[in-house]
Nanobody
């Protein structure tokens, strides 16, 4: 059973930066494709970014392209999301999950508690 623990959220002003981390336990991280998702109040959860198990391919939703960078450290079993030039519309709870990279980045595991990101204008 894979366990996911997100951290690194916080409150920043528009234009600021945050780096989210996702620690994984209970799985062979180096063989898992991973993704970041977010859910804003009164909205459905949406995928934000994904990275293939070997780091060779990445995906970003259009609204974060050029601002967010997904990366992974297989030795530390940790997934990252560097978020720059943050906008108020990025405000949401951010989650990580295993994903099926070739099937619309479908999440594959139970959700963790997430980490809150709040961007003020």
């Amino acid at each position: 059973q894979v366990q996911l623990r997100e951290s690194g959220g916080g409150s920043v002003q528009a234009g600021g930066s945050l780096r989210l981390s996702c620690a994984i336990s209970g799985g062979t991280f180096s063989t898992l494709s991973m993704g970041w998702f977010r859910q804003a109040p009164d909205k459905e959860r949406e995928r934000v970014a994904a990275i293939m198990w070997n780091g060779d391919r990445t995906y970003y939703t259009d609204s974060v392209k050029g601002r967010f960078t997904i990366s992974r450290d297989n030795a530390k079993k940790t997934l990252y999301l560097q978020m720059n030039s943050l906008k108020p519309e990025d405000t949401a709870v951010y989650y990580c999950n295993l994903v099926d990279y070739y099937n619309a980045y479908r999440p594959l595991s139970s959700w963790g508690q997430g980490t809150q990101v709040t961007v003020s204008s």
